[in-house]
Each structure stands twice: as structure tokens, then as C-alpha cells.
T-cell receptor, first 113, second 112 residues
Framework: NAGVMQNPRHLVRRRGQEARLRCSPM?????VYWYRQLPEEGLKFMVY????????ESGMPKERFSAEFPKEGPSILRIQQVVRGDSAAYFC???????????FGDGTRLSIL | DQQVKQNSPSLSVQEGRISILNCDYT??????FLWYKKYPAEGPTFLIS?????DKNEDGRFTVFLNKSAKHLSLHIVPSQPGDSAVYFC???????????FGAGTQVVVTP
């Protein structure tokens, strides 16, 4: 019974490149959340998606960041033209419905050179 | 705008004793509160939760207390064990178990 799977675990990019982070939710889970954790801080909500729909993107920066959760395949968090300030741990979480706690993946650690 | 605050960045406790972690919040619309535990290089793991209609929830060694009038909750771990050494995050939601707002975490170290 696999948990939430995120890949890659570590990603290094140079300034100006694109970063693509993937998240496969637990089996049967159709609600996906992305959070970002900066050093010495708590996790900050970015976006909430259900299959093929963005439900709440109030935590997403207005530019360069986008997310999707297609009908088939994993959820993708995409960061275009990365900058040093994008260096963080990005966590994905999922749950079956809103009456269950969210289960988290082990995160992707993004480093920008 | 930090709506969930954990004012103690660290806590050291002796094995076998009680660990008490505190959390304050400012948004009166929060209706669910959760505690997560996190080891280095891993994702947060759900520990225990409480809804706003209750003031206490217990699960084994873990008990969460909620004081709505004070906008304060606490997590008690009794007895503390070396494997409890981790960062503990308080989280809250105003949308059932949806979008979570996290505190900054408390690093717990359980010493022999």
C-alpha cells in the first residue's frame, strides 16, 4: 500500500531553468495539495487540486508557478525561470476526501545554483 | 500573516517524562486542528487531531487539548520515548480537513 510518492527527491537547477516536481497520490486519493517549506519555517500552502481541476491556488506565486493534476498520471508542480529564492522543500499531500487527514510525501528538495 | 504560532522552537525532555507542546492560533474560523511529526528528510506524519466541537482527544500516549476561548491547543506525550525526538508541527484548517496552515514547528529532543 504505497504512500504518497514524490520525485525527484532532490533537484538541482541553475537560475533561469525550469523545475518540474511530480507527485503520485495514494491509491484512491483524488485530492492533492502542494506545500512549500523554507528553511527554519513551517509548511506553507500553495495549491489544492482535484483531478483535472484547480480548486484553490491562493498560495501560489502569481508568476512562474503552475500546477496540474491530469486525468491520468501524477500531479505536476512547475516552476519556470527559477530564482535562488525558490530553493526549498516542496511537499505534496493527498487524501481521499475532506473527512480524512492529509498524508504527505517525503518531499522534493529543490536547490538553485 | 502567521495564523498558527508555535512559540517554542525547541523542547528537551527526559525519557519517561511528559512532553508538552503548545500552539496558539488567531483565526476563529479554524474548525480542525492537527499535529504532525516530522523526521529529517521525510514528510510530516499525521499524529492526532481534534475538531472544534471537542476539548480533548486521546490516542495512546498522545493527547491533544483544545481551549477555544484562549485559541490555544497543546499536545501531551506521556511517557516520552527516544523515538519521539522529531519536529512537531501544529496545523489548522477552516475547511474541514482541507487546506492546512502550519506553525513553525517545535524540535523535541528526548534524552535518556
Amino acid at each position: 500500500n504505497a504512500g504518497v510518492m514524490q520525485n525527484p527527491r532532490h533537484l538541482v537547477r541553475r537560475r533561469g531553468q525550469e523545475a518540474r516536481l511530480r507527485c503520485s497520490p495514494m491509491k484512491g486519493h483524488s485530492h492533492v495539495y502542494w506545500y512549500r517549506q523554507l528553511p527554519e519555517e513551517g509548511l506553507k500552502f500553495m495549491v489544492y487540486l482535484q483531478k483535472e481541476n484547480i480548486i484553490d491556488e491562493s498560495g501560489m506565486p502569481k508568476e512562474r508557478f503552475s500546477a496540474e493534476f491530469p486525468k491520468e498520471g501524477p500531479s505536476i508542480l512547475r516552476i519556470q525561470q527559477v530564482v535562488r529564492g525558490d530553493s526549498a522543500a516542496y511537499f505534496c499531500a493527498s487524501h481521499r476526501d475532506s473527512n480524512q487527514p492529509q498524508h504527505f510525501g517525503d518531499g522534493t528538495r529543490l536547490s538553485i545554483l | 500573516d502567521q495564523q498558527v504560532k508555535q512559540n517554542s522552537p525547541s523542547l528537551s525532555v527526559q525519557e519517561g517524562r511528559i512532553s508538552i507542546l503548545n500552539c496558539d492560533y488567531t483565526n476563529s474560523m479554524f474548525d480542525y486542528f492537527l499535529w504532525y511529526k516530522k523526521y529529517p528528510a521525510e514528510g510530516p506524519t499525521f499524529l492526532i487531531s481534534i475538531s472544534s466541537i471537542k476539548d480533548k482527544n486521546e490516542d495512546g500516549r498522545f493527547t491533544v487539548f483544545l481551549n477555544k476561548s484562549a485559541k490555544h491547543l497543546s499536545l501531551h506525550i506521556v511517557p516520552s520515548q527516544p523515538g519521539d525526538s522529531a519536529v512537531y508541527f501544529c496545523a489548522a484548517s477552516d475547511d474541514s480537513w482541507g487546506k492546512l496552515q502550519f506553525g513553525a514547528g517545535t524540535q523535541v529532543v528526548v534524552t535518556p
